[in-house]
């Protein structure tokens, strides 16, 4: 078995002196989606899935306090298809979520 470590979306919020520990109050903290990837004898096992293609396509669907709060950075390279992909595996890989 073999797990793989997956950021599926950066965020920035404001804090980064509360949320980091370093910093002002009001500078930019640096938080990650953290999701896992198993590989296992029956298809891969996605857990967690972060923010989607969809999300991206449409940031609005996040909700306005989200995106004021938690500012994702958006990049459609942190998608977990991508990083499927990425990894030399195929979407329909994935058997489990």
């Known amino acids: 078995m073999r797990v793989h470590h997956l950021n599926c979306a950066t965020m920035c919020p404001y804090g980064g002196r509360l949320v980091n520990g370093n910093g002002t109050f009001l500078s930019r903290a640096h938080i990650v989606c953290h999701c896992l990837l198993v590989e ?20 609005k669907r996040l909700g306005g306090i989200f995106d004021a709060v938690a500012r994702p950075l958006l990049d459609p390279r942190e998608t977990a298809i991508q990083q499927v992909i990425r990894l030399g595996f195929k979407p329909d890989d994935v058997r489990h979520v």
């Open 40 to 59: 296992s004898n029956e298809g891969l096992v996605l857990v967690d899935t972060g923010l989607g293609a969809g999300d991206l396509a449409n940031p």
